[in-house]
């Protein structure tokens, strides 16, 4: 990474995250049964991706669009939802399968991982299973480019999973902007979908 697109990439990450402080549980809980919503309605849930298909979600942060009304969603659909946990000593997650007990339970309930992250109690699933991946990140543009938080965890783990994976983004409108840097190891995502829009992307080369 050249030392401009790295600044660049610190400033937004800087920015966005002032944008989302001061964000209310009410919101972010508000925010992802929106998403939900969007997604089961545009079918992002359905069968028929594959004879197994497969969803990796992530466990939200205090300032991500609540996760956990989305997960429920996937779940009453009767697909496979499985989330990243860290392993002590390991670069890339491992992915578990959430139960119907984790569903019961709530997210709040959950293990903790090496990083503090709710981590459901299912089997453990290959990366390759994945036929869609619901992806964080601080920000957004229309081509699909995404800005993450600066650890390269996820990055290291969109790059594990098959060519065919779909990759969804979920994020507030706020995060979605005009245009942000983009380099040859950035690996877009096929659309964003925020609390009102689902935006395909308009130029993934």
Same mark, same amino acid.
């Given at each position: ?40 309605? &545009? ?7 594959? +004879? ?31 989330? +990243? ?34 981590? +459901? ?17 601080? &920000?957004?543009?229309?081509?699909? !480019? ?47 979908? @925020?609390? @009102?829009?689902?935006?395909? &992307? !308009? &130029?993934?080369?």
């Amino acid at each position: 990474m050249n030392d401009t697109v790295r600044d660049e990439k610190r400033a937004i990450r800087r920015r966005m995250r002032e944008s989302l402080q001061f964000l209310t549980r009410a919101e972010c809980e508000a925010a992802g049964q929106s998403i939900a919503a969007r997604l089961v309605a &545009a079918g992002a849930f359905a069968p028929g991706v594959g +004879p197994d298909p497969t969803i990796a979600c992530f466990a939200s942060l205090w300032d991500e669009p609540d996760t956990s009304r989305i997960i429920d969603a996937a779940c009453r659909t009767h697909t496979r939802v499985a989330l +990243p946990a860290m392993v002590p000593g390991d670069e890339l997650p491992q992915l578990r399968l959430v139960t119907q007990a984790d569903v019961e339970a709530g997210m709040g309930r959950w293990h903790r991982d090496a990083m503090g992250v709710p981590v +459901p109690g299912g089997e453990v699933v290959a990366n390759r299973e994945v036929t869609l991946v619901l992806i964080p990140g601080r &920000a957004f543009d229309s081509r699909g !480019t995404r800005v993450g938080r600066g650890g390269g965890h996820f990055d290291r783990f969109l790059a594990e999973l098959a060519p065919g994976c779909r990759r969804l983004g979920i994020a507030f409108d706020l995060q979605v902007v005009a245009t942000l840097p983009r380099e040859v190891h950035d690996l877009p995502v096929s659309a964003v979908v @925020t609390p @009102t829009r689902w935006i395909t &992307a !308009t &130029a993934l080369g």
